[in-house]
């Protein structure tokens, strides 16, 4: 089985520059910087119709949590819908409760709704959020959710790595596990072969200037500093050498 390289992308620009570098999947978002929000339809169509990259489609409203009001539910299960609609190959998203437990009601509806159009249901990074993994992992599992990205809980895979491998060697046989954040080509092969995860999620992500982002007495910009005319993008130097990184960690287990 070969090692699967998911690259989060923030736009239709990043899907295509991912699909030039060879990578096979990509999750597609909007608005990176707070972590992830729903991507336009459009951006969705292009990418498909462009591109043969297998897109997995964030649905997240806003960020801030993964606890969200009824309003904002129905939202984002019309936004799945529209998506599915328009030929995603999966839907991110989570669901938890105040109590940091999966929301089991509205990630069964979400699930149901995604293999209704025989697509993948992938449950994102709010299972780090969640209290007990464990329990979690076979609550996810038992809905049929497909796959879950994770950190292990950490705040990156690194030093998740610990809990990732549990979750591979516990769970692997019953749902894919997705290990993600900050992962690139540097740490990728060590991560791999400590965990045994066979899919990896990483950004490669870069910044480029928009200069129109800050005027005189007003600023547009969301990151600080010298960074406060930049936005992200996935970097064409750091994604050839992640996809290279990860080729040659699936060699070397291969060989072993």
């Known amino acids: 089985m070969g090692i699967t390289a998911e690259i989060c992308c923030g736009g239709y620009e990043d899907a295509k520059t991912a699909a030039a570098y060879g990578a096979q999947r990509v999750e597609l978002n909007s608005g990176l910087y707070l972590g992830g929000l729903t991507p336009g339809i459009g951006t969705l169509k292009l990418t498909k119709e462009t591109t043969n990259l297998n897109v997995v489609s964030m649905v997240r409203p806003r960020g801030g949590g993964f606890c969200y009001s009824e309003e904002e539910f129905r939202a984002m299960i019309r936004d799945a819908e529209e998506l599915l609609l328009a030929g995603t190959d999966g839907i ?49 599992i038992g809905l049929g959710v497909d796959r879950v990205l994770t950190s292990g809980g950490r705040k990156n895979a690194m030093d998740g790595r610990l809990q990732i491998r549990h979750l591979v060697a516990t769970y692997g046989r019953n749902i894919e596990i997705l290990a993600g954040s900050g992962i690139n080509d540097l740490n990728v092969a060590g991560l791999i072969r400590e965990t045994g995860v066979q899919q990896v999620h990483s950004s490669c992500h870069g910044w480029r200037i928009d200069r129109t982002a800050q005027g005189s007495d007003v600023s547009y910009g969301y990151a600080d500093g010298r960074y406060n005319r930049m936005f992200e993008v996935v970097s064409r130097e750091k994604l050839s050498k992640f996809l290279s990184a990860v080729h040659d960690a699936e060699m070397a287990r291969d060989d072993a």
Do not use: Q
């Open 92 to 140: 991110a998203f989570g669901f938890l409760n105040e109590d940091e437990s999966i929301n089991i009601e509205r990630t069964r509806e979400m699930t149901s709704l995604i293999h209704a159009y025989g697509r993948t249901a992938v449950f994102h990074r709010a299972f780090d959020c969640a209290g007990a993994k464990d329990e979690s992992m076979e609550e996810l």
